[in-house]
């Protein structure tokens, strides 16, 4: 029964190039969130999906940022020619279709260091 | 505008009682979270409340004041693997679980 898998778990880009991180949710889980969290500042949220459709995304970037949840395989929350304020950790939830009890179940996150 | 409003710092001793403060203001309210996070680690749910009072689970227990925008997270009998953020998280208005997290509170627990 694996919990959030979020891959890679630390990931280095130069800036300018692309960043790709992954997050496959909770088994019976259709709903996917994406979070970002800054040093020393709480976690921000970015965007919402449910399979094939972005349900709010209104946390993310207009530019360069870009999610999304197929019917098949993770999710993938993709960001264009990086900057250094792009470095943070990105952590992706999952949960049922409302499980009002227990919120998320959050992934172990992927760490961008942008140089 | 969505506030939530959380001291930065603790630090308490092994075996103590500590009450970590939550102050919210949010545009709309369907229940209240407490995550712990432990450095470099995924936030992990420790409790919940939607109604005022007081929830107790084992250790921790959780108090909600909706009219006073309010909640404390207690902690009993302190053990050095408590040291971690404790975040307050208010699940806004809009029907989905979409969640509005303070910056967390860094416990740290000295023997």
């Known amino acids: 029964n694996a919990g959030v898998m979020q891959n890679p778990r630390h990931l280095v880009r130069r800036r300018g190039q692309e960043a790709r991180l992954r997050c496959s949710p909770m088994?019976?889980?259709?709903?996917v969130y994406w979070y970002r969290q800054l040093p020393e500042e709480g976690l921000k949220f970015m965007v919402y999906?449910?399979?094939?459709?972005?349900?709010?995304e209104s946390g993310m970037p207009k530019e360069r940022f870009s999610a999304e949840f197929p019917k098949e395989g993770p999710s993938i929350l993709r960001i264009q020619q990086v900057v250094r304020g792009d470095s943070a950790a990105y952590f992706c939830a999952s949960s049922p279709k409302l499980d009002p009890w227990r919120g998320y179940t959050f992934g172990s996150g992927t760490r961008l260091t942008v140089v | 505008g969505q506030n939530i409003d959380q001291p930065t710092e603790m630090t308490a001793t092994e075996g103590a009682i500590v009450q970590i403060n939550c102050t919210y203001q949010t545009s709309g309210f369907n229940g209240l979270f407490w995550y712990q996070q432990h450095a470099g680690e995924a936030p992990t749910f420790l409790s919940y409340?939607?109604?005022?009072g007081l929830e107790e689970k084992g250790r921790f227990s959780s108090f909600l004041s909706r009219s006073k925008g309010y909640s404390y997270l207690l902690l009993k009998e302190l053990q050095m693997k408590d040291s971690a953020s404790y975040l307050c998280t208010v699940r806004g208005s809009g029907g989905y679980n979409k969640l509005i997290f303070g910056a967390g509170i860094r416990l740290a627990v000295h023997p």
């Open positions: 088994k019976g889980h259709s709903h």
């Open positions: 999906l449910q399979k094939e459709n972005i349900i709010d």
């Open positions: 409340n939607v109604l005022d």
